[in-house]
């Protein structure tokens, strides 16, 4: 089994920072995509951030220039970089990972339809 394993969600004030970090483990699984994606009480899910196995990465226009995705290979660890937090960030944040190539883009838009593995979430909340 493969697990992902979510934390660094947290209580801020508008305009602070968070860093949020998804460790994967477990048994051999093959990483084409790798995402972040959120829901809010009442909504619907909807992808933040995506980056695909040659590292393109793609962002939610809400997120555009505040959030960065990156990843570390080594540490088998994906990272969510949160700048300028507003209160609409408030979400439960979802680290996933698809075996199945599509485009960061293509990823993003599906809202994580068909991701195959996801981690339990990380609660952030933004306070005005």
């Known amino acids: 089994q493969v697990q992902l394993v979510e934390s660094g969600g947290g209580s801020v004030q508008s305009g602070g920072s968070l860093r949020l970090s998804c460790v994967v483990s477990?048994?051999?699984?093959?990483?084409?995509?790798m995402g972040w994606f959120r829901q809010a009480p009442g909504k619907e899910r909807e992808g933040v951030a995506t980056?695909?196995?040659?590292?393109?990465?793609s962002y939610a226009d809400s997120v555009k220039g505040r959030f960065t995705i990156s990843q570390d290979n080594i540490k088998n660890t994906l990272y969510l970089q949160m700048h300028s937090l507003r209160p609409e960030d408030t979400a439960m944040y979802y680290c996933?990972?698809?075996?199945?190539?599509?485009?960061?883009?293509?990823?993003?838009?599906?809202?994580?339809?068909?991701?195959?593995?996801w981690g339990n979430g990380t609660l952030v909340t933004v306070s005005s």
């Open positions: 980056i695909d196995s040659d590292g393109a990465t």
């Open positions: 996933a990972l698809a075996e199945v190539r599509e485009s960061a883009r293509w990823w993003l838009l599906s809202r994580g339809a068909g991701m195959h593995y």
């Open positions: 477990g048994d051999t699984y093959s990483s084409a995509c």
